[in-house]
């Protein structure tokens, strides 16, 4: 079992940056691939950003390349998401999710773990 625990979001001017970061605990941080989703109000949960066990891999969805950047910290198990140039449409609950696997790591049906969310809210 891994608990995953986010922090950070809040509310944000269009063009403003935010950290989240994504505490895990409960087995060893490197034995899991990290990946960040978003779920918009209405919407299904998708892909925003993974990093591999290691750090050494990243990915990233088409909709937020250039504006994303996923980091882990293994020594302290944390996972961060640094969002730049935040735009409305980033508006959703952001979280944060572990694997075993080590291929893909872009579906919800990939991940093992789950986080509770942390909100994120862009004003125009």
């Known amino acids: 079992q891994v608990q995953l625990v986010e922090s950070g979001g809040g509310v944000v001017q269009a063009g403003g940056s935010l950290r989240l970061s994504c505490a895990a605990s409960?087995?060893?941080?490197?034995?899991?691939?990290m990946g960040w989703f978003r779920q918009a109000p209405g919407k299904e949960r998708e892909f925003a950003a993974a990093i591999s066990r290691n750090g050494f891999s990243t990915s990233y969805a088409d909709s937020v390349k250039g504006r994303f950047t996923i980091s882990r910290d293994n020594a302290k198990s944390t996972v961060s998401l640094q969002i730049n140039g935040l735009k409305p449409e980033d508006t959703a609950v952001y979280y944060c999710a572990a694997t075993t696997s080590l291929v893909r790591l872009t579906l919800v049906s990939d991940y093992d773990y789950w986080g509770q969310g942390t909100q994120v809210t862009v004003s125009s």
């Open positions: 409960g087995q060893p941080f490197n034995a899991y691939a």
